[in-house]
């Protein structure tokens, strides 16, 4: 079914007149086939009724440890957002694996990829610099901010010196990380967030739960519920195009009547002083294009040396996110328009430390596409919110940790360490030693909670002694049989919950080994 | 000291020890057989997009009804005239009542089914997003194999903005269900048509 092919749907003046009727699902192509780009789900992942709370995020005080044990708790607790967010994103990673196998080279770009950004990193000084130099030289002014704190401040500055009152935004995570929208609500400036995913978290007051897909925890019923609160939509209605059509259609005379827009950054290029930005929505590219003023925030960890990197990077981006080739707009923003302004905002905010970190100034090397979110155990079962961090999954253990020792320092813990992470990290991040190598840097600095101290205790007395260990099992035909409800179904062991563990043979190996092979060779 | 000073102390200072040389990028392989224009649309229809050949008597003739249907159409090519002037726009949001835009793409690219707009080929850049529809008019000749060889054009080194579209604007972002026309475009079409030669 094509778009001209639609019958026109008679709901009001609010909707656009090709929106298609409610119990159509996603989009078919011109064969009729289901269409599996962008963040598509390759088969329809309806929660089901009745309705169900949606269960919140991790409860935040402060600079105090987050407890994401006691939200992951609450999400389980949540059986039909547990199971519609689990097989959401497990069908996310499986796309992933078709898009990565479809392409010979795929180890080779992930390998080239982690190379070049290991060397930009090793050089970041020297390309910040050409990147500096040529963005000047295109007519853009450039900004330097030490922390998110002076982000905020840098752009508040350009918007008042211009008499903005709005901007519109696309989504980016360095905003997140600055609390760029907390800070201009507080200074009368008026944001408003124009991905829909990141647009239905801003309406709820809720920070983005995964780095691509902001409100992948929430079901429909939840969006429904949102939108009706905050848009004024039908609160029964909850048919994906309807929502989806009504925030278009609310978000529209925002975004043209903004004074300004602001993108985040996805690669930003040294040879040409390039920002690049890639989305499904174009969302970028009205925040770019349509307003007066353009703002660019970049993470200086974004830099990459030249335009031909592009071309290693952009083939891993979109495929390791989302299963799919690219993303539907791929922008470079190098240059203002004429008679406007361009700013670009190089921020710091703990980038500089971390490269000197070095177990983990690796981490940096991260390009945001949330492929170890989807492929986590922990993460699938738990969501995005129960981190109570800027970044969830993998990638946030083990970079939250360097904003915050005491406040993320039980994060590490919320890991299997099956190294799935890992494997699918198109940059070739060691995620999981990472986590590893934080557990023993909180335990060495007395960060870690006692309860999971003396677990780790028990569990390395037993682990580091063999003739022990055997005992152990011997006793009980099985550490499993064992430890289960006591030490793996805890309530301190998130990722027990809603995991049965297989069945403990009979006979272990060890006893196997000694009563076949060692009773044969004595008798040969 | 500067913000910027101190920055980039601190890396120098930070510098992880060690030689990491910048690797050399091979040249792969293509990933799509001889005929780019049938590697290209069979992409882009997977990207949500359609590829419409041209008409013989009237080029237009296979993107017609899209455009009977339209009040508003602003053209950015010579080989169509619309009814409102992309040149003498004051401002970009003006273009929001657009119902189809037609441009021409600078080139596609078969690997992914992409087409490739600078501000030049735009005229004013909202209007590839605040349309309704895009009609994209493509020379067969300008498809490039991958998205490596497009990276290898010289546009990106001097255009003040560049951007590929591969297919129109879509979201997903509840439950999964695939929508057409989240912020931007509810549909693209590319309309395979030979540039006009330039007089000499």
Redesign the interface.
Known sequence: M???DLTPRQTGDML?R?VRAPSD???R???GER???????SK????DAPREPQPRGAKVRGNRPIDQAEAAERFLAAPLHQK?HDE?LW?VRRKRDVAAH????WE?LRE?AS??K????????RY??QF?AAARA?GVQVH???DGA?HNRIVLDILQKHGAKSLVKSKSMLTEECGFRHFMAAHDIEIIE????ER?QQLDDEEPSHVV????H???ID?AEVFARTLGTDPDNDD??Y???SQ?ET??PL???ADAGLTGCNFA?A??G?VVTCT????A??S???P?LQIHSIG?EKLI?R??????F??LLSRSALG??????????????PGTEMHMV?V?NGR??R??M?EF?TSLKCIRCGACMNTCPVYRRSGGLSYGATYSGPIGLIIDPTFNKRKYSTLPFSSTMNGSCTNVCPVKINIHEQIFAWRKVLAEEHQIPLLKQGMMKAAGAVLSRPAAYRAAIQTADSALRVLPRFAVYNPANTWGKKREMPHAPHQSFHAWYRQNRMKKGSDA | MSARDAILGRLRTNRPAGEFPLPDVPTFAPLVGGDLVAEFAERLGKMGGRVEQAGGADPFATVRSRLDGAQVIASAVPEFVGNRDLGAVRKPGDLADVDVAVVRARFGVAETGSVLFTEGDLIVNSVAYLAQHLIVLLDPADIVVNIQAAYKRPDFAHAAYAVFHTGPSATADIEGVLIHGAQGVRSLTVLLLQRKKQAA
């Open positions: 094509s778009a001209d656009h090709e699902e996603s989009e192509g011109p064969g269409l599996q780009h962008a963040e598509a789900a329809p992942i309806r929660a519609a959401r069908d479809g392409i010979p080279e080779e080239l190379q070049i290991t060397h930009t990193l090793t050089h970041l000084d910040l610099e500096e295109n330097w901010a030490e002076a124009t991905d829909l995913g239905i897909m902001p409100a992948v929430k079901t429909r969006v994906a195009h929502l989806a059509e278009r978000t529209r975004i043209l009547k290029i040879e040409t390039t499904n929505e174009g969302n590219d009205l770019g294009n349509v007066p200086i040396p335009v031909e990197h592009l071309g290693v952009i083939r799919s080739p690219i993303t539907q707009y791929t922008s470079h923003f190098r240059g203002p328009r190089l710091d500089s430390e490269l000197g070095e100034w």
